[in-house]
């Protein structure tokens, strides 16, 4: 089984292409590709976003954070570790089973929450696959099966 390096190495690729400073068309950036609401929620208000009647956190300029590998790497690592305790505590039951031919694990839910989030009725994410087999896609178009399944072979046990 591979571990949580491989599985971040793996993700940029798929996210960038290893590029540290893109910008997609809907404004994710860096190598994975984070929206200003996710660094929001880990601490940084990117070019002084808050969401309305939030505060401002610790600013960080775009042009820094693209700059700034060390920096996307911890956050990756945070992101990371906060989607895999929220999968352990929404979706254990899930863990081992198969779902349209997937086998469901930790590593693929962080990716399929990376990649959709949790969801709703109105944005299909992970909740909405595991219950009812509603398969979302990105922006891009990408299912969140291939990361269930891309993403399904990672050993989590070294993040914390």
């Keep these: 089984m591979n571990d949580f ?7 940029r690729e798929q996210e960038s292409g290893n590029d540290y ?3 997609n068309k809907e404004g994710y950036m860096g190598a994975y590709q984070f929206g200003k609401e996710r660094l929001y929620d ?3 208000s990117l070019d002084g976003y808050a969401p309305k009647g939030k505060p401002r956190k610790t600013v960080l300029p775009k042009s820094i954070f693209l700059s700034d590998h060390f920096l996307q790497e911890k956050l990756f690592r945070i992101h990371c570790s906060l989607w895999k305790t929220y999968a352990n505590k929404h979706y254990a039951e899930f863990v081992g089973s198969m779902a349209c031919g997937i ?3 930790i590593s693929g839910l962080v990716a399929g929450l990376h990649l959709l989030g949790p969801g709703s009725d109105a944005r299909p994410g ?6 009812r087999g509603i398969v979302g896609k990105d922006g891009n178009k990408t ?4 990361y269930l399944s891309k993403f ?9």
């Design 5 to 11: 390096e491989q599985f971040a190495a793996a993700m």
């Design 21 to 23: 400073s893109v910008v």
């Design 42 to 44: 880990l601490g940084y």
């Design 103 to 105: 086998e469901i694990t």
């Design 126 to 131: 992970v909740t909405q696959f595991l219950q």
């Design 143 to 146: 299912p969140i099966t291939l």
């Design 152 to 160: 399904s072979n990672y050993d989590f046990a070294t993040i914390k």
